[in-house]
Structure formats: structure tokens, C-alpha cells
């Protein structure tokens, strides 16, 4: 059995140009439509738009007992899995303390390490990168710890990687004669999100982690991606 990897092309740079200056028209639409910010006391029922960048750092993984392998061996999960990303997010206040809250973010990041369609036994090959997206619905306590800030626990449930989509090629010989399957998968996973933050105005920083023990990569058992994050707050939207 032959296990082989086939990725499709296309003409990504000017679609992901395209898309990546829809959300930023977007998001500069969207924040002419706010309003000035609420102070802290009077935010119950209110809807506030935010903006911010994150940095995952390298994830921290532990693999099967069994050994072997970790991922494919066309992707590498650090790279993937770390560096910078933006957001926005949508924040409902229940009352003044407790709010519930919906982020999206979007990297530029390694989709595939490439290698599959080296024919030789050497060569070279540049790897497959595109927009990946997450989305995280979640809840946040604010607790008044300052006289003009506040401490945030943060909790929410992740879809990370969405957008890690690929074709495998899997090659089945029977009676001597190659039969191949092709299958479409991806790197998307869920994710708990635990964090803590400091919000001071309408600036907040935050550190966290995604946890998860279910992942695409082989033989991965736990998956933690550690982070930090700054958030600015644009107003409410109504």
C-alpha cells in the first residue's frame, strides 16, 4: 500500500487578495456604525464591536503511548499553529459583569509543507499557504479588581484551522493492479479557550490557551496552543 498526498491549485493569490480587502472594508464599515463607549456601570444590554491582534506561540503536544509519528508528514502543527492573528468580536452584556461574546479571526498561515509532487529522489517543492479561520463563542466575568480597570475570566468553545482544507490520495493494490481512493480532509479542530484579562478603557490584553485532546494530527493525544492577545474596543452597535 502506497500512501501518497495530492494537493489541488488554483489561482489563490488574487482570491485570498480579494477576500482579505472584503473583511477589511468590513470592518471599517462596521466601526463608522458604532457608537461612543459605554462607561463600565451603564453596559448592561449593550452590543460592542472590537478589534485586536493574537500571537499563538508553539503549541505544546504529547503523543499516543505508542509512539511514532506525531502529524503528517506534510504539515508541520507548530508552524500552523502559531504566530499572529487578527479578530474581531461581538460582545453582549448580560449585566455589567457577565457578557457574551462571539470572535473571528484569520491568519496567513501554512496549509502544507508541499514535497508531494516530487517525482525524483531529491528536489524542491514551496509549501501551500492560505487564510485559516477560527471562530470561538464564549463567556467573560469582569471583575472591578482597580479603581479604573478590571480583571476578565475568560471561557469558550474554539473552531480553529477552519480553511486547512486538502485532497489525499491513498493507493490500494489489489491483484497487482494500483487502485487509488482520494478522500477530502483538513486540519480544523475544537478547542476549550481558557484565559485571563486586564481591561483598562477600551483596551484590553489578554493570556490564554486552547486545549484540546482530539486533533487531525496523527497520533496526538493533548494539544495546547498558548497565547496572548490585545483587543481595542471601537463602541456598541446599539
Not at 7 to 22: N, R, S, V
Not at 57 to 66: G, L, Q, W
Request: hydrophobic share 35%; proline share 2%; no cysteine.
Amino acid at each position: 500500500m502506497n500512501w501518497n498526498l495530492v494537493i489541488f491549485h488554483g489561482d489563490k493569490k488574487a482570491f485570498l487578495m480579494k477576500k482579505t480587502y472584503i473583511l477589511l472594508l468590513g470592518f471599517i464599515s462596521l466601526s463608522l456604525f458604532t457608537q461612543n463607549t459605554q462607561d463600565d456601570d451603564q453596559r448592561k444590554g449593550s452590543l460592542f464591536f472590537s478589534v485586536g491582534t493574537q500571537y499563538r506561540i508553539t503549541p505544546i503536544s504529547t503523543s499516543d503511548s505508542k509512539g511514532g509519528p506525531t502529524t503528517f508528514n506534510h504539515v508541520n502543527t507548530d508552524i500552523q499553529n502559531s504566530g499572529p492573528a487578527l479578530f474581531y468580536t461581538l460582545d453582549y452584556y448580560i449585566t455589567k459583569n457577565l457578557s457574551l461574546g462571539f470572535s473571528h479571526s484569520m491568519r496567513y498561515d501554512l496549509i502544507t509543507m508541499g514535497g508531494h509532487e516530487i517525482q525524483g529522489a531529491t528536489g524542491f517543492q514551496s509549501a501551500d499557504y492560505g487564510l485559516i479561520f477560527g471562530y470561538t463563542v464564549y463567556l467573560d466575568y469582569h471583575i472591578k479588581a482597580f479603581k479604573n480597570a478590571e480583571l476578565v475570566v475568560h471561557l469558550g468553545r474554539s473552531r480553529l484551522n477552519t480553511g486547512t482544507n486538502f485532497t489525499s490520495k491513498q493507493t490500494f493494490y489489489v491483484n497487482n493492479t494500483a487502485v487509488p481512493s482520494y478522500s477530502q480532509e483538513d486540519f480544523a479542530y475544537f478547542a476549550w479557550d481558557f484565559a485571563l484579562g486586564y481591561k483598562k478603557k477600551k483596551f484590553s490584553f489578554t493570556i490564554g490557551a486552547y486545549t484540546t485532546s482530539v486533533t487531525n494530527y496523527y497520533l496526538i493525544d493533548n494539544f495546547i496552543v498558548p497565547y496572548f492577545s490585545f483587543k481595542y474596543n471601537l463602541g456598541t452597535l446599539f
